[in-house]
């Protein structure tokens, strides 16, 4: 969670970090503050509440003369968000000020060796530890690097981190470790950051820290140390072709709406180089050194686990490898059976997701390859990999995942026709009709989204008034009922449940009355006259229903909600943005915060 910056160049150094902050607000927005130096003093200025009250207190400073800088937007962990646990953090001294995301284990117990030796604490956060931490580091040691080193042995759990110290001008010291953190190399200024997005505007070469790696920068240069020795690294930065423009809104009200949207250009971008037009063939080239699995775990949390769930259905039907889904935070504390013939395979939007990441590790301890499935190039799931492919769906903002999961399920396509071909597993029905059926979606999907739009519009407009909603699907719709339900819990603050249909009856019926209404997948396939059966159980209840289903379906809800037919599961992609706009819809209608809803945020790396 949170979001870091840190500046130092030849430009006014608050501005470019406000600016990036507002970039970053999507990992945290529950608090905000900057740091600077001016007249031989470190000035902290913090607030309470989103990065517009930070705004306007900075509208009252003149500091145009401070050219370096750390800010901080948060996400709380560690003690309510108010504005004396708002980051930056200085120590005791007013030497150091720091800002960190991440979570210190073992804050407590450094906390009350250090008050024994008279410090006073005026937080509740584990991050002022770290900072008085590495304050006393710095009397002990001759170099701040080395303050650092020596703090940082001391220390439990996760952190990426930045600060500056009033005796070294100029200079910033960042590290990293389970958090993600990267610097942005200008001409004469350099950036460290959370994310790419937060200094997008001035460079586009960018350096991923590993863990355990620590930056000592100015504006004309930067140095890589490993934390533990402080042995000088080497490392090549890349270059992200990612422009502004992807980062804003594009006219759009709303990130999520914008993200919906461009979904048909997601699903363009993750078939491009993949599957050939013209042969009507595929290729995985980052699957070329792997086998294929005898038995596939999948590991992910959120949209990601639903994902997985959803890909469990194709992968067993056409390549007939056994498929477990698992929970990442659980996956990681249980005793684990695996076969060094198995495989598993991580699914991250932002590749920093800390439950994934630590099954991961696990994983690999065990000698068992990981297949990693994200979206940012240089995370930390795709550094950490045995092999990893990208899902290539650009910067996603809004806090609520749209896009980041129809590019999953692109690629969750391809991976079950890949390794149902490799096997011979294949049916000629698959090979005939999803390759073909993929490459027509994005202009089949860009035209239905307006009117999908419009009824979701109608229908949220409709059931506004509930406080309650299930989610029913049956086979490969009961991933996206979970999905569906998710996203209105997440966004419109409406409690959802999504189950399997069969699995209404084993209990949660008890619950259908008319003010507690029922959203149904009730689309063509095999198992409709199931569902059917499910809706008529709702009906004898008194429970209202929306029904997404096909035409001719002869579904007799009073509410039907008819999307396109296409064949098999690529009839997903219709019913996916359908729950998405319908949650969005809601969300707007009930004058929530559509990309920033309360408690979340973009990047989940803590436990």
Known sequence: MCGIIGYAGHRPALPIIVEGLKSLEYRGYDSAGIAYMKKDRINVVRSEGKLSVLEKKLERINALSATYGIGHTRWATHGLPTEKNAHPHIDDQGRLALVHNGIIENYQELKD???????????????????????????????????????LKQVDGSYAFALIDLENPGKIWAARNASPLLLGLGAGENFVASDIPAFLPYTREVIFLEDN???????????????????????????????????????YKHFMLKEIFEQPQVIRDCLAGRVDERKQTLDIPELKTMDVPKRLSIVACGTSYHAGLWAKYIIESWARIPVQVEIASEFRYRSLVLDKDDLVLAISQSGETADTLAGMRIVREKGVPVLGLCNVVGSSVARESDAVIYTQAGPEISV???????????????????????????????RDTILPGLLALPKQLKEELPMIRKKAKKLAREYAWAKSFFYLGRGINFPLALEGALKLKEISYIHAEGYASGEMKHGPIALIEPDFPTFALALDDF???????????????????????????????????????????????????ALQLFAYEMAVYLGKDVDQPRNLAKSVTVE
């Open 527 to 577: 198992l409709l006259p199931k569902v059917k059966s499910n809706l008529k159980e709702v009906q004898a209840r008194g429970g209202r229903i929306i029904a997404l289903t096909h035409k001719g379906a002869n579904i007799q809800e009073e509410d039907t909600w008819v999307i396109p037919r296409v064949r098999g599961p690529l009839g997903s992609f219709f019913v996916l943005p």
């Open 213 to 251: 790696q620590m930056v000592e920068m100015d504006a004309n240069s930067w140095k890589l140390y490993d934390v533990e020795t402080l042995e000088p690294l080497s490392k090549k930065n890349q270059h992200i072709a990612w422009d502004l423009q992807a980062a804003q809104k594009s006219g």
């Open 113 to 151: 060796a250090l008050q024994k030796e008279g410090h006073k604490f005026w937080s509740d956060t584990d991050t002022e530890v770290l900072a008085y931490l590495i304050s006393k580091g710095a009397r002990l040691k001759d170099s701040i690097p080395e303050a650092i080193s020596w703090a």
């Open 400 to 430: 609520a995942s749209t896009k980041a999961m129809c590019s999953q399920l692109v690629l969750l396509t391809l991976l079950a026709y890949y390794w149902g071909e490799k096997k011979g597993t294949l049916r000629q029905e698959v």
